[in-house]
């Protein structure tokens, strides 16, 4: 049983342009949600969090959005740069439980 | 700077060996996580261990074991390694004030 799903496995991207990643979860007690990004042969980087009692957080040109009722996350970055191409994956955990459940990644190709 | 590193980058051993996996943190993080990461699944959760001889089974722990005598050493052992379990092995660890994990540069087993 996937609790967390992102449904698109590949997205392709203009450089300088925004690139949407997306990620739904099905565990109604899961309260932390997190992205990172993965590059070939090496451990995923995190990247930027979100806590349920928010619906927005910012970093820098990332931008995580949480939609609560729909179950419905997603990852914003613009302006894209040629360094963002990799596997994103998001993850969340309930309750001060600390075990991460992660999706299965989406392979962002940002195109020069 | 933060440090989860794993002993191996690369393995390769043949069906039936005993495996072992090394993973050290030097954050004094009570928590620490054994990931296996294959295409398409994401990143699954082995085992997970809360603190020194703690331990509790992720969602795929058959066919592994693990070992957590001290805080910072998290141990993964393939007791009789299959050719199912060539992957991406992934230890994370964070602490309970902080959920952002941090993973280690991830360990390509290959069973052959």
């Known amino acids: 049983d996937q609790q967390v799903k992102q449904n698109s496995p590949s997205l392709s991207v203009q450089e300088g342009r925004i690139s949407i990643l997306n990620c739904d979860y099905t565990?109604?007690?899961?309260?932390?949600f997190l992205w990172y990004k993965k590059y070939p042969a090496e451990g995923p980087t995190f990247l930027i969090s979100?806590?349920?009692?928010?619906d927005k957080n910012e970093d820098g040109r990332f931008t995580v959005f949480l939609n609560k009722s729909a179950k419905h996350l997603s990852l914003h970055i613009v302006p894209s740069q040629p360094g963002d191409s990799a596997v994103y994956f998001c993850?969340?955990?309930?309750?001060?439980?600390?075990?991460?459940?992660f999706g299965t990644g989406t392979r962002l190709t940002i195109i020069p | 700077d933060v440090k989860v590193t794993q002993s191996s980058r690369y393995l390769v051993k043949r069906t039936g060996e005993k495996v072992f996996l090394e993973c050290v943190q030097d954050?004094?993080?009570?928590?620490m996580f054994w990931y296996r990461q294959d295409p398409g699944l994401g990143l699954r959760l082995i085992y997970f261990?809360?603190?020194?001889?703690?331990?509790e089974k992720g969602d795929i722990p058959e066919g592994y074991s693990v070992s957590r005598e001290k805080k910072e050493r998290f141990s993964l052992i393939l007791e009789s390694a299959s050719t199912n379990q060539t992957s991406m092995y992934l230890c994370?660890?964070?602490?309970?004030?902080?959920?952002?994990?941090?993973f280690g540069q991830g360990t390509r087993l290959t069973v052959v």
């Open positions: 993850a969340a955990s309930a309750g001060g439980n600390e075990k991460l459940t």
């Open positions: 565990n109604s007690m899961f309260d932390y």
């Open positions: 979100i806590s349920s009692i928010k």
């Open positions: 954050m004094d993080h009570e928590n």
């Open positions: 261990s809360y603190d020194v001889k703690m331990k």
């Open positions: 994370a660890s964070f602490s309970t004030s902080n959920t952002e994990a941090f």
